[in-house]
């Protein structure tokens, strides 16, 4: 009886780790999106339509270097089917690389 009671226990800080630690990373992403659609804003002016998507990479185990941003918008020097992707080093927005729109991912995690 002991054992099972500390097998439920384990399971419960298991999933409530999981689910903080879910939170948190969602947290993240939507600051990571929030700033980098105001760093492009400030710096190309403001652009209808703006299409930010997650573009989420988990071959880096630094949170700062999984979560980054495609953008595409009028403003930017892209073609039709290409983004723009961003990411935050230390607080600040820093510009990566174009990526063409089969290069992300297919589904929202």
């Known amino acids: 009886m002991k054992k099972l009671m500390w097998i439920v226990c ?19 992403e939507q ?11 400030r710096t190309y002016g403001t652009s209808e339509p703006i299409v930010v ?5 988990d071959k880096h185990r630094a949170k ?7 953008v595409r918008a009028d403003v930017l020097p892209l073609k039709q089917n290409q ?4 990411r935050l080093r230390d607080g ?3 510009e990566l690389y174009v ?11």
């Open 83 to 86: 983004y723009m992707t961003y």
């Open 10 to 28: 384990l399971v419960l800080v298991a999933a409530a780790s999981y689910v903080y630690i879910t939170r948190y990373d969602r947290a993240y």
């Open 64 to 70: 700062d270097k999984r979560y980054a941003v495609a």
């Open 53 to 57: 998507k997650s573009y989420y990479n």
């Open 31 to 41: 600051e990571v999106m929030r700033q980098v659609v105001e760093h492009v804003e």
């Open 92 to 94: 600040q927005v820093i």
């Open 99 to 109: 990526i063409d729109e089969n290069g992300l991912p297919n589904a929202e995690r």
